[in-house]
């Protein structure tokens, strides 16, 4: 049995330097989503119904492309810190939670990067 002294016993399990950065962007993320929602929401709506030429006019305008591109990149950013902190927060096994976050990275990206190239697709060919 080895006795330690209760400052010995935490030494080095302290904060990783990582966790002020992780809130304010997370923060920051969501306070952005909810103007860039509004704005992508209304023309979106709009569309609904009309087609592949109603969607095609819709998001061939610059500021409606521009306003779904940050909407769908900040969406994904924002929903990668989010399930990164579930992750984080409740998978006990260290291998799986590697393989899960990875996961999450990865799909995230693909999400994101996938929804930025339609739109841009969409607008620089109307």
């Known amino acids: 049995m080895q006795f330690q002294t209760d400052r010995n016993r935490v ?3 302290g904060s990783a330097k990582e966790g002020v950065g992780h809130w304010w962007t997370t923060r920051i993320t969501s306070v952005a989503l909810v103007p860039l929602t509004l704005l992508f929401i209304f023309p979106f709506v709009n569309t609904l119904g009309g087609g592949y030429e109603a969607v095609f006019d819709t ?10 591109i940050l909407f769908i990149g900040v969406s994904a950013h924002h929903l990668m810190q989010g399930v990164q902190v579930v992750i984080e927060d409740y998978v006990p096994n260290k291998g799986i939670r590697t393989g899960a976050l990875l996961a999450n990275t990865l799909i995230c990206w693909a999400l994101g990067l996938t929804g ?5 697709k969409i607008a620089f060919t109307a």
């Open 11 to 13: 030494q080095g399990l």
């Open 59 to 68: 998001y061939g305008h610059p500021l409606n492309a521009i306003i779904a």
């Open 116 to 120: 930025v190239f339609a739109i841009a």
